[in-house]
């Protein structure tokens, strides 16, 4: 089992393109796409990074700019009123400053999921790691990244860009069959990985 486990660990990492830690199979990377609003069929699609992207904003931060603005944030999924909860999050970061520029969301159910997405800015600025609730597992709650359009772009050879990279989910022991939400910024000369989990306090 060891020997399937580092076999399907080193394809991973021969097909993403990225070092993977030694893993059991239990907790072996499912790997998913990016997604971002798409205006002309209003609704969410599958970032390609392989296509060319037209009309790259001027309003992009270089990456000669080396700060990141990140917040995490627990939601809450057990909260009353989800979709009133997580607008006024939103609605609290839209005024943070300086801007933010990743959004790492943790215990957010369906109906604040789906909430999210109907956010026109959202919809406008911002790639998400899950545009659907298929990750909404046994407990009907999730994690969420978000990355803003106005520092991430979604190639990986636009010079003097930060570019999204990889994003996968990481299993790990857990009462409540929590997962870390992990991803790959990368930038000219190296990259980074971010994880997005929550470490509750389990009976």
Avoid at 5 to 24: F, I, V
Avoid at 163 to 190: E, N
Wanted: charged residues 20%; negative net charge; glycine residues 0%.
């Amino acid at each position: 089992m060891k020997l399937l486990s580092y076999l399907r660990t080193q394809a991973l990492e021969w097909w993403q393109g990225l070092p993977l830690p030694a893993l059991d199979r239990d907790s072996s990377p499912t790997f998913q796409t990016w997604s971002k609003f798409d205006e002309s069929s209003c609704q969410w699609a599958i970032v390609d990074s392989t296509s060319t992207q037209e009309n790259l904003s001027e309003d992009i931060v270089p990456a000669s700019d080396p700060k990141l603005v990140l917040i995490t944030w627990n939601v809450d999924s057990a909260a009353p009123r989800p979709e009133a909860r997580i607008s006024a999050v939103i609605s609290y970061i839209q005024r943070v400053h300086p801007a933010v520029d990743i959004l790492f969301f943790q215990e957010v159910s369906r109906p604040a999921l789906l909430a999210i997405l109907a956010i026109p800015w959202i919809r406008e600025h911002w790639y998400l790691s899950d545009a659907d609730t298929v990750n909404c597992r046994t407990q009907s709650f999730t994690s969420v990244t978000l990355m803003s359009k106005s520092r991430f772009t979604e190639l990986n050879s636009i010079p003097n860009r930060i570019s999204l990279g990889p994003v996968w989910r990481v299993k790990y022991p857990s009462h409540f069959d929590r997962d870390a939400l992990c991803c790959d910024i990368l930038l000219p000369s190296s990259s980074s990985s971010l994880p997005n989990s929550v470490l509750p306090q389990e009976n």
